[in-house]
């Protein structure tokens, strides 16, 4: 590791598990990095029993830092003041589509292969890919990860995003006025498994994506966001697939624990409950695994996880119980970014 | 046919600020290969590079940002006005959508940054700030004012034409009627280093397809397309300059950075995006190759290319000769290159090729020929197994 990345304070959320154990033959983790191993985790898990059909199943990767780890070293080696010989398969790592090619090898995938790198929204911008190419009838399956490392880059980028929260291994509740003082860094990875909803058995099918969109904010500064404007985006969202607010059981937010962010969707929300039926729950999940740029495929897999038991779980803090005697049915993921855009995910039993 | 109309284009490369000296540069055989100057030698790189001469961030205007984005916004400009955009109602203008292929945006800033940190001086972490692939893609937008669909990819050396593939499907699904799409990069120590480590560097200037080939030459560069909708473009009177009528990608699924020596994947990504188009082999006139003149690709795309041309095998050449290779900028700089050879009905010539290579079953031209061509194929290849392959159509044999 950089030493000039170790005396920044660090605080972050580390994935608690070994990547890949158990999981993934120890052969094919060898001489991959962090982002890599995270990734080709969760793809073998969302593939298994078997993977599908190599050439008419795509994989599609949202990472905003990519396998950066390995960049950080293989810089390390040849800009210190000691240049080292540089090392082959740190750069062959460093390539941004290392991920989605080294599972794509592992998995036997040889559909169309593409990662998007576009800062918090990469993995929503992968997802929406998925659902066009499978509407399309040009791939039958569509592999999806969202995936990000913690890396040395990250202890130095962290202030300026508004990490680094001091107290981030305690998990709380962070919504607005609930929450802490700053967001923590985490890392962590989401796969998804998607196919036709008419292609799918029913003991295939864990929930129906109805709807995804991500876009420009109309203004850069997220502070400035008009919650009315927030909403006519997500409704205009839904009707794409003919839902409406009034069908909405619970509302999953990318609140971080960043006070300024907190309040654009404190604001929202507010707005938002005007048209939600009465007592809809909204709750957030960055509590558990940090910020970070693919948080949102952690989001996705939650929602999914509701629609399936129709209960939140544990994991989610709610601003208020949801009701017991009303399984939710369809959620609505929302998130907006730093860097100025806007995402809306909808999934359903 | 699914096609959308090419409005407009801009590139930068070794051999050019614009299609009119690119274009020169081609009829001339003239390569823009040379010594590197950018930055101390790396590693004791011998290998000539494709160096874009003079100084992208006078030419942007832009006032940070590191090389790369720099190279992108000129192209971007170039091809915004070169559509007509510029002078548009703002609207229409502000709807258009962006997106980027890239592999090394931030990544000069990432260099200053550690370089700076590794050698005890103030580091300035806002330069990793930029670190991201996508500051590129909000350097371009921003100026431009763009407002529609937005996306970054990296796919590495298929980025470019990976991107315009995308821009196509988005104006196929409605999400907007004029998209910006293209590639850049900028040479850098990481890749410089990284390719050497490699071995896969030439020390000569690269000789695609040849029996001598030696390997391949890093090079720089960006290109962007206007992709519109055809009915939109018609509607707004807008100068069609070709067609895009069909696209596909793929991915070999077999090594990290070596081809499948079939070149399996490569030869999908021709048939699925000739199927894409509703044509036949036979209608295709001319396919730029990816080419790189390293041992294993040429090889491969050349089996790929005989298998699905048979004994009709259109004109081909690689033009890396003449700038190198700019990774994620190649696909969208030879599209451009390939809309050229439409527009002039002139095949631009695969300099350095003298000798055929027994490895590989396909003659490439090498010098320009002037001919008829009515659909051009433009083939790219990457790191990870990645294949795309864009075909466009002259826009006059349209017209007629």
Known sequence: MPPAFTSQPFHGHTCPFAPGEGIVPAQSLRRLGRAQELALTVCSLACKPSPPPGERTATFVGTGMGESGSSARFLHDILGPDPLPPRPLDFINAVHNSIASETAVVLGLKGENCTFTHDAVSFELALSRAAYVLQRGKMDRVLVCGVDALTPFAAVLGPGYGWWSDDAASPRPILGALGTSRAAPGEGAGAFLLARAEDATEAEALARLLVTAVRPLPEKNVAACDPREEVAFIQATLARAGVSLGEIGFVLLGANGNPAWDAVYANVMAELAKSLPEKTVCGVYKHRCGEFHTAPALGLALAVDIVQTGTVPETIACVAPPRPDRPIATVLLYHVTASGYHSVCVVAS | ?400
């Open chain 2, 1 to 400: 046919m699914n096609s959308v109309a090419v409005t407009g284009m801009g590139i930068v490369s070794a051999i050019g600020w614009s299609p009119e000296e690119t274009q020169a540069a081609l009829d001339a055989e003239r390569s823009g290969l040379g010594p590197l100057t950018l930055f101390p030698s790396v590693q004791d790189l011998d290998s000539p590079v494709g160096e874009v001469k003079g100084d992208p961030a006078l030419r942007s205007g832009l006032d940070s940002g590191g090389r790369t984005e720099h190279l992108a916004v000129w192209a971007a400009r170039q091809a915004f006005e070169n559509a007509g955009l510029s002078t548009c109602p703002a609207p229409l203008r502000q709807a258009a959508g962006l997106i980027l292929g890239t592999c090394t945006a931030g990544t000069g800033d990432t260099e200053a940054f550690l370089e700076q940190a590794l050698h005890n001086r103030d580091a300035d972490p806002r330069r990793l700030d930029r670190n991201g692939c996508a500051c590129a893609t909000h350097a371009v937008a921003r100026p431009l004012g763009l407002h529609g669909p937005r996306a970054t990819v990296s796919t590495s050396c298929t980025s470019g034409a990976q991107a315009i593939l995308l821009a196509r499907d988005l104006i196929h699904e409605g999400q907007a009627n004029i998209m910006l799409a293209g590639g850049a990069d900028a040479l850098t120590r990481l890749t410089l280093s990284g390719f050497a480590s490699l071995f896969v560097m030439s020390s000569e200037n690269c000789r695609p397809f040849d029996a001598e080939r030696k390997g391949m030459n890093l090079g720089e560069g960006a290109a962007f397309l206007v992709l519109e909708s055809v009915e939109h473009a018609r509607k707004r009177g807008a100068p069609i300059q070709a067609y895009l009528v069909g696209a596909a990608s793929t991915c070999d699924a077999h090594h990290r950075t070596a081809p499948p020596p079939d070149g399996e994947g490569i030869r999908r990504a021709m048939l699925d995006a000739i199927e894409d188009a509703g044509i036949r082999p036979r209608d295709i006139d001319y396919i730029n190759a990816h080419g790189t003149g390293t041992r294993d690709n040429d090889p491969a795309e050349g089996r790929a290319i005989a298998e699905v041309f048979g004994d009709q095998v259109p004109s081909v050449s690689s033009t890396k000769g003449f700038f190198g290779h700019p990774l994620a900028a190649a696909g969208a700089i030879e599209a451009v290159v390939a809309i050229l050879a439409l527009r002039h009905n002139k095949v631009p010539a695969n300099i350095g090729f003298t000798t055929q290579s027994a490895d590989t079953p396909v003659r490439v031209t090498s010098h320009p020929i002037t001919k008829k061509i009515g659909v051009a194929l433009s083939n790219s290849a990457g790191f990870g197994g990645t294949n795309c392959c864009l075909l466009f159509e002259n826009a006059s044999q349209r017209n007629t």
